[in-house]
């Protein structure tokens, strides 16, 4: 994470492993890939924005059986120490979906080109494949908060539509979600006084400037419970805005940055 505030909390399941069972392109810039597997009958579901770290692996030879049942800082050193031949690369994902009847879990990667491990290697629709999760909590805190403001791109898309789908359904306010392309839209579940704004950026745009811009035009009242996460300049941008344009607490704005845009991007 590139900056943030979000609290991480650990479900007592620890390492979760799964294999992948279904991926498909749903969109011009989302790969969905399902998760299955006997282990996934113990996940502990917490909606909202719940994100895991995510093993994934670069080789027929990655090894799950290793890896620490949390990813603070004593279980990222003791990875440090394990070979680089066989172990896996850790990214942070969000579940999108999680069906507990069947054990199935939904994660949306977005397809931001060929580098990085994690998007190219979900580009490959790579069923069959083993991963490990590791459950990290939600960082919107905020689950029975009666006024909203919610902002992302597409890397939080499914962050923010799984706030949206179950916040109180009296709950009030705005979401604006900035993603490349107009079919990279997705249904949401919003309750019915939440006002949710799709943008579609322009080619040339920076990832996350137009978002910024309709949240920096926007005065909520202070009591406003927020989420800001994406490009980390959408993120703190906007908690910027917040707290020092709108006097909202600091503590009620739960921002992250999922990325940083390489200093190439255009
Ligand atoms: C709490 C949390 C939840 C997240 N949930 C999701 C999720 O559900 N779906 C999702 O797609 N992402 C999500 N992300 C973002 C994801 O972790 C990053 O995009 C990650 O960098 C992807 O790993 P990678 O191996 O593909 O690329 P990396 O090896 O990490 O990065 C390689 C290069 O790609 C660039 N890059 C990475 N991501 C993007 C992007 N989205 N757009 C443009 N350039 C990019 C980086 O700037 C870097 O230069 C989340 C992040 C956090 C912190």
Known sequence: MVSSNIAVTHASTGLVVADVTRAE?????????????????????VGFDQWFRLAVPTSDAARFDNLS?????????????????TRPVIRNYTVREFR???????????????????????????????????????????????????????????????????L??????????????????????????????????????????????????LVPAPTVRAFSAGESRLATGARRHLVSGCGVPKENVAFCGYYKLRPDHA
Not at 158 to 164: C, D, T
């Open 100 to 166: 507990p009847d069947t054990a199935e879990l939904d994660v949306d990667f977005v397809i931001h080109g060929g580098v990085g491990i994690a998007g190219p290697w979900a580009e490959r629709l790579p069923v069959g494949d083993t991963v490990g999760l590791i459950d990290q909590g939600a960082g919107f805190r905020h689950k029975d908060a009666a006024d909203v403001l919610l902002v992302g791109d597409e890397s939080a898309m499914p962050a923010v539509l799984g706030i949206l789908r179950d």
């Open 25 to 45: 392109r749903i969109s011009s810039h989302v790969i969905r890939i399902t998760l299955g597997g006997d282990a996934l009958a113990d996940w502990e579901h």
């Open 168 to 217: 109180d359904r009296n709950a009030t306010g705005t979401a604006v979600i900035e993603v490349p392309a107009a079919d990279d839209v997705q249904p949401d579940e919003a309750p019915d006084g939440v006002d949710v704004r799709w943008i579609i950026r322009s080619g040339g745009d920076r990832p996350g400037t137009r978002a910024l811009e309709e949240v920096t035009a």
């Open 69 to 85: 049942d949390r990813f603070g800082v004593s279980g990222y050193l003791k990875y440090l120490t394990l070979p680089r031949s």
